[in-house]
């Protein structure tokens, strides 16, 4: 990886969750965070993996020949010996009925920008363009500053999705290039922050800051999760702090869901809310309320 290569395990086109309009999203391995409840787990790490469905297998056993480590073994839960997969993908290649799959592969910019120039058209008439998400998109930051830089010199509209837990000369790098931050905040407590994302909140805290004294649009998205995001106090700090900020961000309160659920036993690991549910439409509204008592504008989910 680097100013050349990015490594990405997902290009979203008719993307209309990810920033105005309709949007290609490019999604970036390789995540500081580890949130109890991510729902893109293959994003975290910053190595490709190999995903298994039992599902979808039919016993051929072309796999086991074609790995070279011998990482796949019919009597090994989830098929995959982890410790001994480098995510060299043929296994994958192999299959021939999709039981598995690799998740992250590598890209030049101009192979990115042919994708996202398919949609061209959608962006000019809805208002859409181009958003960098992951993972955390600025990891990679001297390949997502290439990339954003040809989005612009086409045109495009550009989002940049991050978690702000990335070093400001990451950020700074990206300015020129970006026409909006959606920019993540779960929770105002650091040591509750530490808890449920392994990572503390202060650097977080700054980024924005620094952020909100540019000219850039920031949209803030706020996962509810049950138990570990929506206490009533949470939300109030939040509120509190985007209202303080040079330039107050509109806010989106994002609804906890559990489709990824499936993708943790995909990568044989434990999904640690799946018990959890998601908070209902009352809740969500007394949070939408939160906002707006303070004069901050709040964008449906």
Known sequence: MGPDHGLIF?????????????RTTVFFKGCPLRCLWCHNPESQSI??????????????GR???????????????????????????????????GALS?????YTIDEVVREVEKDSVFYKTSGGGVTVSGGEPLVQYEFV?????????????????????VPWKNIEAVL???????????????DLHRKITGVGNELILENLVKISRTDIPVLVRVPVIPECTDQQANIEAIAEFLSKLEHKPA??????HRLGGIKYKKLGRTYACEETLPPGNDRMEAIRAVFERRGIEVVSG
């Open 102 to 106: 690799l998740a992250g592969r590598f």
């Open 251 to 256: 806010v989106e309160p994002l609804k906890y």
């Open 47 to 60: 190595h490709p993996e190999i995903m298994f469905a039992p599902d979808k297998c039919i016993g051929c």
């Open 145 to 165: 500053t290439g990339l954003l830089k040809a989005c612009k010199d086409r045109g495009f509209h550009t989002a940049v999705d991050t978690c702000g837990y």
């Open 176 to 190: 020129p290039y970006t026409d909006l931050f959606l920019y993540d905040i779960k929770q105002m407590d650091p």
């Open 10 to 22: 997902d290009i979203q086109r008719f993307s209309t969750h990810d920033g105005p309009g309709i």
């Open 63 to 97: 796999c086991f020949k074609a790995c070279p480590e011998g990482a796949i073994r019919p009597d090994v839960p989830g098929r995959i010996m982890r410790e001994k997969c480098t995510g060299c993908g043929r296994c994958a290649e192999a299959c021939v009925s």
